[in-house]
């Protein structure tokens, strides 16, 4: 081969190989790394669930919500089976969709920052 068809057989073969993953890709059959740093903030106000934020796409997660109280309402609340083989009564809720963080939202990069600072405060 000349080098004008060296160089145009390695363009097509790269083309080739581009397409072949663009493909997959767009199929969900290419096995990605999660990326790193996934965070995800569990929002509540006055001990009620409000929402759950990501700063990633949460379409393959689901989520269950678990808070127990000691002085809550027992006609309101769920028998959650515990380590032990007991169980404990909770306020419980499943199937809770997760937000990805918005311009709408709280930033959760900055959450994470603020609560970092002031547990450095707290410990010096």
Same mark, same amino acid.
């Given at each position: 081969? @000349?080098? =004008?068809?060296?160089?145009?057989?390695?363009?097509?073969?790269?083309?080739?190989? #581009?397409?072949?993953?663009?493909?997959?890709?767009?199929?969900?059959?290419?096995?990605?790394? $999660? $990326?790193?740093?996934?965070?995800?903030?569990? =929002?509540?106000? #006055? &001990? +009620? /669930?409000?929402?759950?934020?990501?700063?990633? =796409?949460?379409?393959?997660?689901?989520?269950?919500?678990?808070? /127990?109280? #000691?002085? !809550?309402?027992?006609?309101?609340?769920?028998? +959650? $089976?515990? *380590? &032990? !083989? *007991?169980?404990?009564?909770?306020?419980?809720?499943? *199937?809770?969709?997760?937000?990805?963080?918005? @311009?709408?939202?709280?930033?959760?990069?900055?959450?994470?920052?603020?609560?970092?600072?002031?547990?450095?405060?707290? @410990?010096?």
């Amino acid at each position: 081969m @000349s080098d =004008v068809e060296k160089i145009a057989a390695s363009t097509a073969a790269g083309m080739a190989v #581009n397409t072949l993953l663009q493909v997959l890709d767009q199929e969900d059959l290419l096995c990605k790394q $999660p $990326p790193e740093n996934r965070k995800m903030i569990i =929002v509540m106000e #006055n &001990g +009620i /669930y409000q929402t759950t934020l990501a700063n990633f =796409v949460c379409d393959d997660i689901e989520v269950a919500f678990v808070e /127990y109280d #000691n002085h !809550g309402d027992e006609e309101d609340m769920v028998e +959650i $089976p515990q *380590g &032990g !083989g *007991g169980t404990a009564l909770a306020y419980a809720s499943a *199937g809770i969709t997760v937000y990805r963080e918005s @311009s709408e939202t709280l930033n959760i990069d900055q959450v994470f920052k603020a609560i970092k600072e002031d547990d450095d405060h707290g @410990s010096l």
